[in-house]
C-alpha cells in the first residue's frame, strides 16, 4: 500500500535553465499577451496578434520554448501556468525592474529598549523598522518596490502594515513567503539585532530568506490576541505597526532559557492579556486580567 502523504517532486526544468528561457523580448510579450487576457485561454491566431509578432514562425518557436513551464496549451488554446503569472506578478511588482528608497519616518511607536519614536524607512528593497536612537531593529523584512506605485508617502506605512501581515502570517506558520520552502526560527538575546528581552530570526534553508521580527509579533497572530484587539475596536492589519509593535515588546519579559520560557503581555486601556511561550513557541500559559 503507498503512503498516501508521500509526495513526487521533480524538476521539470533544471534550474539553471529558467531564466535563459525568458531570456528572449518575444517571450516575455507572449507571457504579458496571455496575461492581459484576463486569464482566458486563447488561440495561437489571437495570442500572436496579441504578442504583435508578424512572423508566425518565430513565433511558434518562442511559444514552444515557454510551453510547459511558463505556458500551458489545452486543446490548442493557451493560458499561463503557475510559474507564468509568478513571473507576471514579479515584473508588475518591480521585484526585477524597479528600485526605491524612503528616507526614515516616525511610526507612531515606541523602542522597548530606550523609548525613543520607532522610525521606518524603505531601502535595499526591504522595509525596516529601528530606533535612530539606539539602532535597534525591531523589523527588517522584504518589500517590493513596486507596492509604492501610486500610493502616497502617507499611506505608506499602512499599506507596509498589510503587506507584512500577510506575508509574516506564512512566516510564523512555517513556510517561506519567498520560496514556499520550510521556515525555521532562533530566539535570540542581546544580539546585533536585539537588545530587547528576546528577538526571533527566521529562516528558510532553501531560498536563504531572512526575516528579523519579535516574539510578541509572532504572537500577534494568536487568536487571542487578535480578540482583544477586535473587542477594543481595532483592525490588526491596518494598525498593527502604530497599534501593537511598542505594546508588545516593551512588556516581554524571559522567565526562563533552559527551557526557553518567555512572556509577551498586551495592555489595551484596563484590559490585559499575557501569554508565556516555549523554545517552538507554543502557547504554554494564557492569562486574561
Known sequence: MVDSTEQDVTDRVPPEDVFSILGNETRIDIIQALWQAENDHVSFSELRNRAAVADSGRFNYHLGKLIGTFVQREECRYGLTYAGRRIVGAILDGTYTKRAEIDPFEIGSLCSACGSSLEASYESDQFVVRCPNCAETVLRFAFPPGVLDGRPREEFAETASRWIRAQLSF??????????????????????????AAGLEYDCKRCQHHATTTVGMHLSYHPAVIALYDEHGIDLNEAFLQSYVDNADQCTSVRSENPWRISVSVSLADDELELVVDEELNVVERHRE
Open 171 to 196: 512566516t510564523v506558520n512555517g513556510v517561506c513567503p519567498n520560496c514556499a520552502g520550510v521556515i525555521t526560527h532562533s530566539i535570540t538575546r542581546e544580539s546585533e539585532q536585539h537588545s530587547r
